[in-house]
């Protein structure tokens, strides 16, 4: 079944720590996407990548890292400079023949910071 | 997302037909999307529209009208699994933004 993971479904780290969250997908999706999302809120974007080696600044960048060395993977850091990182996280992926507007989501990892 | 607005609650009975409304901001607008979130999940894509008019799926229908920068979802033939928060989100080239969104309850 094709489809996007992400693991850790729950993650806690302590303050003044770096943590990486994993985003998987085998959709042969060449955009990838990562939001994050606080109660009752909307998501916004932090980070995206439409092809392999190449990603730009979302919305609420800073504090926060990626890469995407392969097409199938793209890991997001969250660094001890973000400020308020607890939040649930969630990436996607598109198909570009189609544009961003139908993304597919991950079950999303909520990372909480003590 | 300041560049969409949507009420924040909706509440309808069960059977019955809601409205969800959605302003954006016209800067860069390629189409405008739908997405559904329960509780704890993850959204899921619910429908596009890049042109105006009405794109019905289902029980579900999604209008644009770009000349007043509006468009809403319409839900019909409500059931209880419907309860969910509903999202539209602004297309430009590249990205999507999200609104705040809308949770919906439906009441039996």
């Known amino acids: 079944d094709g489809g996007i993971t992400q693991s850790p479904k729950y993650l806690f780290r302590k303050e003044g720590q770096n943590v990486t969250l994993s985003c998987e997908q085998n959709?042969?999706?060449?955009?990838m996407y990562w939001y994050r999302q606080d109660p009752g809120q909307g998501l916004r974007l932090i980070y995206y990548?439409?092809?392999?080696?190449?990603?730009q600044k979302g919305d609420i960048a800073e504090g926060y890292s990626v890469s995407r060395e392969k097409k199938e993977s793209f890991p997001l850091t969250v660094t001890s400079a973000q400020k308020n990182p607890t939040a649930f996280y969630l990436c996607?992926?598109?198909?570009?023949?189609?544009?961003?507007?139908?993304?597919?989501f991950g079950p999303g990892t909520r990372l909480t910071v003590t | 997302g300041q560049s969409l607005e949507q009420p924040s609650e909706v509440t309808a009975v069960e059977g019955a037909i809601v409205q969800i409304n959605c302003t954006y901001q016209?800067?860069?607008?390629?189409?405008l999307s739908w997405y559904q979130q329960h509780d704890g999940g993850a959204p899921t894509f619910l429908s596009y529209?890049?042109?105006?008019g009405l794109e019905e799926t289902g029980r579900f229908s999604s209008f644009l009208s770009r000349s007043d920068s509006y468009g809403y979802l319409l839900l019909q033939e409500l059931q209880m699994k419907d309860s969910a928060s509903y999202f539209c989100?602004?297309?430009?080239?590249?990205?999507?933004?999200f609104g705040s969104g809308t949770q919906l309850t439906v009441l039996p």
């Open positions: 996607a992926s598109s198909n570009p023949s189609g544009g961003p507007y139908e993304q597919y």
């Open positions: 959709l042969n999706h060449d955009a």
């Open positions: 990548s439409q092809i392999v080696n190449d990603f």
């Open positions: 016209t800067s860069g607008f390629y189409g």
């Open positions: 529209n890049a042109l105006d």
């Open positions: 989100a602004r297309g430009s080239a590249r990205q999507l933004t």
